[in-house]
């Protein structure tokens, strides 16, 4: 009977030869446009002419909602295999994902009441 992870140590060895393999074949071919293109280097706006230059200062309540939507987004990640495992792991499990939920709903509404989601 084979080891479980043998197999996975093959498919990491497999996905790595095969990453590195793509990489030295581009390198090697050199696949590059023969008529360089003047506008390559400027701003993309969806094929509009670009307004202004791209580095413009955001407000940080653009990096708050990113950050708010990381963190909920992370909470899905550590939700599903939970809810999919929750039998076998018992009421033990349910005890401590609703603290994890408590902690996060904490946090939430503690950028509710400080105004950090309220959009200006």
């Not at 008529?35 to 653009?62: K, L, M, S």
């Not at 909602?65 to 939970?82: K, S, T």
Request: hydrophobic share 60%.
């Amino acid at each position: 009977m084979q080891q479980p992870w043998i197999s996975a140590v093959a498919f990491l060895a497999v996905a790595v030869l095969i990453a590195l393999s793509l990489v030295a074949l581009s390198a090697f071919l050199r696949v590059r446009s023969r008529n360089p293109v003047p506008t390559t280097g400027e701003t993309y706006e969806c094929g509009e002419e670009p307004d202004g230059i791209a580095w413009v200062q955001f407000h940080p309540r653009y990096y708050v909602i990113a950050l708010i939507f990381v963190l909920f987004d992370v909470e899905a990640v550590f939700l599903l295999p939970w809810a999919l495992n929750i039998e076998p792991l018992g009421l033990w499990a349910i005890v401590e994902m609703t603290l994890f939920l408590g902690v996060l709903l904490l946090g939430w509404l503690y950028a509710l009441r400080k105004g950090a989601l309220r959009w200006q």
